[in-house]
């Protein structure tokens, strides 16, 4: 009797230590709204604020670490730009505060403060922090606070905050089995 159960408790035995779960990264893409207040003067002197729309895109490479990119336009002032960066969550539960920053190319919105176009076009570099609610979820909200410098003629800058709409392309948080060991 005892080695029969013993037969039977033996497969469960030899697999006791598989099936340990791994990370799966996975994408999730959106809209973003968001206002640029400028701080430098020539910039400042001719708009207090300016709005902005994204489109946005966020891939989970790491469990609490992802690489993010926008696209988008700034009005008025026909603004434009391009820009990757990498955010770094803080905790791992599904309201979680970020820090990141992005690096690409601006079109500073404002055709008054320049005399040439290419005078208002440059690198742009941004440091940002914010929560992230949902983290895990197919549907997800960004709250960001920013600074950004755009090097143009002037080296315009500023203060910026923007709320994202994301909605992830494959399954958010989902754990695989490695069977591999």
């Not at 005078?119 to 979820?137: M, T, Y």
Request: net charge negative; proline share 5%.
């Amino acid at each position: 009797m005892w080695k029969a159960l013993f037969l039977m408790l033996l497969p469960l035995l030899a697999f006791a230590g598989e099936g340990t779960s791994s990370f799966s990264p996975w994408s999730s893409y959106g809209l973003e709204l968001g206002s640029v207040m400028p701080v430098n003067d020539s910039w400042n002197e001719e708009t207090s604020a300016f709005l902005y729309g994204n489109f946005i895109a966020n891939f989970q490479v790491l469990p609490m670490m992802s690489v993010t990119g926008d696209a988008g336009y700034a009005f008025p002032g026909n603004g434009f730009n391009v820009k990757i960066g990498l955010e770094q969550q803080l905790l791992s539960t599904d309201f979680s505060p970020f820090v990141g920053g992005m690096a690409g190319l601006d079109i500073v919105p404002d055709d008054d403060h320049v005399s040439k176009f290419s005078d208002r076009v440059g690198p742009i570099l941004e440091a940002n922090a914010g929560l992230l609610f949902f983290r895990n979820s197919y549907f997800s909200f960004r709250l960001k606070g920013s600074y950004q410098w755009t090097f143009d003629k002037e080296l315009d800058h500023g203060w910026g905050v923007s709320l994202g709409v994301l909605f992830a392309n494959s399954r958010p948080g989902l754990k695989a089995i490695d069977v591999s060991k």
